[in-house]
């Protein structure tokens, strides 16, 4: 990798494809250009590549992932390219009794995939089977082209939830489902995304399960380990500290232009966040369609935060550290972070959809008070001694500016996702965990999304 001091600032470079974004889709692209003999080169305007992943080593010598971590048995991309680059896995810790803290701060253990009972549980897993059943109409390769997809992108899940589930416990377990998965509220979200989403995992358990699904399996060295050796085996070709901030088509190429200096290519990849591609100035503008598409693909809310024990204590007492939480708490669910040889023992707390925004406003102080009352109240008094605590807020973050990713806001899919979503537009392809029609929204879907704008590229040779 070069840093951007290394590099003359005036004369304009030139490549046959400049990739913009050094997360997992650019990368992807990048490799997969490079990989088939093309000149390409990647700007990240951040200090460093991995984007939505983010893994640090801290003082305590654990590796915490503060963005994307799981991998799962269909994510054949991810897992094919950590191999490739030697980055072993490890299962997510689940055995052990999960937790469930309701309203009334009752709590339930249960064993599994699930609680063999709950308010609404029933009618919850029934209508798990009505939804799996409409994913399956849903046209991967052009959502707004589906059934319905009109009537689907008008309605939101919330008001699909109160009209077609009675059960008020049944749709407080989704409404917790969308909040987890999509990071947004039920309120927020466009029926047709939410069908799309589930129909681009495989189905609505694999999106939500961990054993064989998605959240199955962790990396050794954490999930920002394999984009770093792509990033290592790129050498050169990918620049740190250049943030394209204007983007210029003419009659004969692209030229991007960061603060540190001018690239210019035969075409660009841009794999940016749609927030972060908005703050791109385009000349010529894009198409209306493109434009209002990524002004209406709306980031998730997200946080993560990782407090960690000298040992993993919950799993003696017979728990898995996996929890549940219904009532108004900061936090919607906690897993066991712990690292794969339980040499310490660490819990991951989730803030997730309209919880960020007043727990983020705390003090941090207040913010770390309101996490740990959880924890205690969950795994008891133990909890209340960590040797390590830190968060990490994605929807204050200058480079992605939320998470996990973009959800379109209702109408936008069917106004403006034929012509808006992924198409390239001349000389400028795109890419990028949202233009994926396999495991939307994850890092699997960012690897697809680069290689099928590489091979765009690549088919027109
Ligand atoms: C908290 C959290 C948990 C998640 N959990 C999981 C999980 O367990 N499993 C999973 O598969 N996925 C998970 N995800 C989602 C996953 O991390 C993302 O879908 C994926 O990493 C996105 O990759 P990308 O390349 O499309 O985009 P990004 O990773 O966002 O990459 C875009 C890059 O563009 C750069 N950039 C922005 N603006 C500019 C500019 N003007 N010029 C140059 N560069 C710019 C950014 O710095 C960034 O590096 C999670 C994400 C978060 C944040």
Sequence with gaps: MSHSENVSETSPDRVDVVV???????????????????????????????????????????????????????????????????????????????????????????????????????????????????????????????????????????????????????????????????????????????????????????????????????????????????????????????????????????????PVGTVRADRAILTLPPQAAGAVRFDPPLPPAKARFVDRSVMGDVAKVHVTYSTPFWRGEGLSGQATVYDERETGVVFDNSPDDASRGVLVAFVYGRRVDPWARLEADERRAAIMTTLVDLFGERAADPVDYVEKIWSTDPWIRGAYAANPTPGAWSAYGEQGWRIPTGRLHWAGSETSSVWNGYIDGAIASGRRAAQEILDLR
């Design 20 to 258: 913009v974004g050094a997360g997992y889709a650019g990368l992807s692209a990048a490799l997969a250009l490079v990989d088939a003999g093309v000149n390409a080169v990647v700007l990240e305007g951040a200090d460093r590549v991995g984007g939505r992943t983010l893994s640090e080593v801290r003082p305590t010598g654990v590796t915490v992932d503060h963005g994307g971590q799981w991998v799962g048995p269909t994510q054949t991309r991810l897992l094919g390219l950590a191999e490739r680059f030697g980055v072993p896995t490890f299962p997510t810790y689940w055995a052990g009794d999960h937790l469930e803290i309701w309203a009334d701060s009752s709590i339930n253990r249960y064993r599994g995939t699930g609680p063999d009972e709950g308010d609404g549980l029933h009618e919850y897993e029934a209508h798990i089977e009505v939804l799996d059943a409409l994913a399956a109409t849903i046209d991967l390769h052009d959502p707004s082209g589906s059934p319905d997809a009109a009537a689907l992108d008008d309605e939101t899940v919330a008001s699909y939830l109160v009209r077609t589930v009675p059960s008020e416990g049944a749709r407080r377990r989704f409404a917790l489902a969308v909040e987890g998965v999509w990071a947004c509220e039920p309120a927020h979200l466009s029926m047709l995304h939410f069908l799309f989403y589930i129909a681009a995992a495989g189905s609505f358990d694999e999106l939500m399960e961990t054993d064989g699904c998605a959240q199955d399996s962790r990396f050794v060295g954490g999930a920002q380990a394999p984009a770093l050796a792509v990033a290592a085996h790129l050498g050169d070709r990918v620049r740190l500290g250049w943030r394209a901030d204007r983007v210029v088509v003419t009659d004969d190429g692209v030229l991007v232009e960061t």
